[in-house]
């Protein structure tokens, strides 16, 4: 397999063609973004952890029998991935309240949600991800009915394998989004999981152990992430 010219530049990954047309590199870079790429920074070895987190993630998702894009490690930095035509709705579940859903609806952050939620948001920076239902996203192209469905069927069945993947480890998975494309027709999770899309607290202090530390200025972000990783089982 050859590396070819970058077909892409996102705000942490960028992806290359390969001499295989089904195939893309994905390279976890060190910058880091926050509130629609407000708020910037390049922090030292956040590339290699999240792209090693992210290949120990998803291997547990393909095991587990969740279709990944995910196909194996290159290098400390680059991953091989499907090419996925990747459908701009980003998917959002949560298990305890933080973040925008408490700004949205005035909950307190740290309330348990039993049922967990779920939530549509349209991939669209300068529209700073608006918050979508399925119908916009019927209407408006985005997905389709039985993708919908099958998004949602995947994005839980990811809640059930890695809470208790976390929980295990001493962490509550307080919340994540995921992003889905589609190989041969097929509903496949695409992008990475990994700190920077996830919300991870520490079940017994409640410390943030996730891309709030970045966020929020509190210091340590990628000593957490790796923290995060090495209770989990991931080899840096
Ligand atoms: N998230 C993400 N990318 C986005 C928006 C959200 O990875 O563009 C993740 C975020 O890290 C958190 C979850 O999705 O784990 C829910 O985010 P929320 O809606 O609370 O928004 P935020 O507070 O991050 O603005």
Redesign the pocket.
Known sequence: MQKLEELYSGKAKSIFKTDDADLFVMEFRDDTS???GVKKAKLSRKGEVNNKFNAFIMSKLAEAGVPVHFVRLLSERESLVKRLQMIPV?C?V?NVA??????RLGIREGMELTPPTY?L?L?N?ELH?PMINEHHARAFGWATDEQLEEMKAQTFKVNEILKSLFDAAGMTL????LEFGLVDGKVTLGDEFSP????IWDKATGEKM???RF?QDLGDVIEYYEEVGRRLGVQF
């Open positions: 926050a509130f629609d980003e959002v949560r933080a973040g925008s859903l408490c700004r939530e948001f991939k920076d991800d307080v919340d994540y989004k920077d899309g996830c919300r996730d891309k709030d966020r």
